[in-house]
């Protein structure tokens, strides 16, 4: 069988890795992929947006399978545009997607159907967000409606910078259209867990639970990126804390979307935060999270091809659960120096080893092939894996790994995992 695997960063490499595993498949493309993904699947230089392009190429080859990595394909109804021309694809439609599109359409969704969450007010204007500004209780967090490459959320802890960064999103416009509405929500305190499930919006199967470090420095420091690293499983999704979070997150979700007609065939994505009045639903996003899929699928033992397949064909009831290697598994993001603001690219990188030691992966983010010479082509460059018996084992091959790879500007976080080492405070 043929996928195309649509992306180019970290968690496309990732499932490309991973559905390359399946007897099943026996070609892989992706658009337009990387370096890494370039030595173990054939890159098509198609941009994921570019939906008819997508169609065209997946008809002329006789593509069984596309899955979609990123979200602004989803957003922009990418699913739909397969789905009429009868083609299988992985990953929601235009209305699903909008859980992860539209921050006030989700919160709607949840007040709805009673799913856990922070309490919230939307505004439209900036008079009116600044004049609920006055009379809120600090931190509080505001955030713009639309997508923002995870930059959309600040905290803020008194009405000076609650005015600042109302009118960054609402007045400066810094995202965009996506700030033209914004949510303030309260502030909630507690472990940040992701929940990845595989959903054909009938079934809802959860994927183990992982961590993803957001800052850029150790310690939680400096500012918000896509993710610095990950690791999975986690100490503090309990037996008791998952069946909290899918009675009352995972099987509402499915069921709200029941309700509303609205049909899921895809990865749903649950950021959540522990409190202690139980788990709270801070996003949803409509796709696996990345570095998160680098740290969850290769625990992963299931076939990866199958599970998806199902999921196109609304049968996932046929898997009655995932099944997966014990252990643990880490991963650590490489990135450019200025990252997650401006950063050079074109930069070498050296000591890539041709083959990893075993238990051990790397996979590329923003990387390219420069005259023979795989190079620097965005922020997060590199996230490297490393699987063992338990976390410690696993970070300490993951670091040995990250220690040989050197390219100028190069910064990791040394900490990952670190509050897993500390006792459970929720
Ligand atoms: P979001 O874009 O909604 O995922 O938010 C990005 C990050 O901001 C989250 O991963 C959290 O670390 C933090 N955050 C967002 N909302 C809240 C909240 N209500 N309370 C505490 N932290 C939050
Ligand atoms: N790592 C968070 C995300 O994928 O949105």
Redesign the pocket.
């Known amino acids: 069988m043929k996928v195309l695997v649509i992306g180019s960063g970290g968690r496309e490499h990732a499932l490309v890795w991973k559905l390359k595993q399946s007897k099943k498949v026996d070609k892989i493309f992706c658009a337009p992929g990387n370096a890494g993904i370039g030595q173990i699947a054939k890159c098509v230089n198609i941009k994921p947006d570019d939906s008819k392009a997508l169609i065209d190429f997946v008809s002329r080859n006789k593509v069984h399978l596309t899955v979609v990595g990123p979200e602004n394909p989803l957003a922009d109804g990418i699913a739909d545009d397969f789905k009429k021309r009868k083609l299988k694809i992985f990953g929601p439609g235009k209305k699903a997607a909008m859980l992860e599109s539209s921050?006030i359409f989700a919160k709607e969704f949840m007040r709805k159907y009673h799913i856990p969450t922070?309490a919230y007010k939307a505004f439209q204007t900036s008079a009116e967000a600044i004049g609920f500004c006055k009379s809120v209780e600090y931190p509080v967090?505001i955030?713009a409606d639309g997508l923002a490459a995870?930059k959309?959320?600040i905290?803020v802890k008194n009405l000076e910078q609650a005015e600042a960064a109302i009118n960054k999103m609402m007045v400066k416009r810094a995202f965009g259209k996506a700030g033209a509405k914004i949510l303030i929500?309260?502030?909630?305190v507690g472990q940040?867990v992701s929940i990845m499930a595989i959903t054909d919006g009938k079934t809802i199967l959860p994927l183990l639970p992982s961590q993803d470090h957001?800052q850029a420095y150790d310690e939680d420091q400096g500012p918000?990126t896509g993710g610095m690293g990950a690791y999975c499983p986690t100490p503090f999704t309990t037996e008791e804390v998952m069946e909290q979070i899918w009675e009352h997150i995972l099987l509402r979700t499915l069921n709200g979307l029941k309700a509303d007609g609205i049909s899921y065939r895809g990865c749903l994505y649950a950021?959540l935060?522990l409190t202690p009045q139980g788990p709270k639903v801070?996003?949803y996003n409509c796709r696996f999270g990345d570095p998160e899929t680098q740290a969850v699928l290769p625990l992963l033992k299931t076939d990866l091809f199958e599970l998806m397949m199902s999921v196109t064909k609304q049968k996932l009831s046929s898997f009655t659960q995932l099944v997966w290697h014990e252990g643990s598994a880490a991963c650590v993001v490489m990135a450019s120096r200025g990252y997650p603001g401006k950063y050079a690219t074109g930069v070498q990188i050296m000591g890539l080893p041709s083959k990893p030691e075993a238990g051990s992966f790397i996979f590329h983010s923003g990387t390219t092939k420069k005259n023979q010479k795989i190079v620097t082509a965005g922020g997060r460059v590199l996230c490297v894996m490393g699987m063992d018996k338990d976390l410690r084992s696993s970070l300490s091959r993951t670091y040995r790994t990250i220690r040989k790879i050197k390219f100028e500007g190069a910064f990791y976080r040394k900490d990952i995992g670190f509050k897993a080492n500390k006792p459970v405070d929720i």
């Not at 929500?185 to 909630?188: G, Y």
Request: hydrophobic share 40%; no cysteine; glycine share 16%.
């Open positions: 921050k922070a967090v955030k995870g959309g959320a905290v929500e309260s502030f909630l940040e957001k918000n950021g935060m801070i996003e």
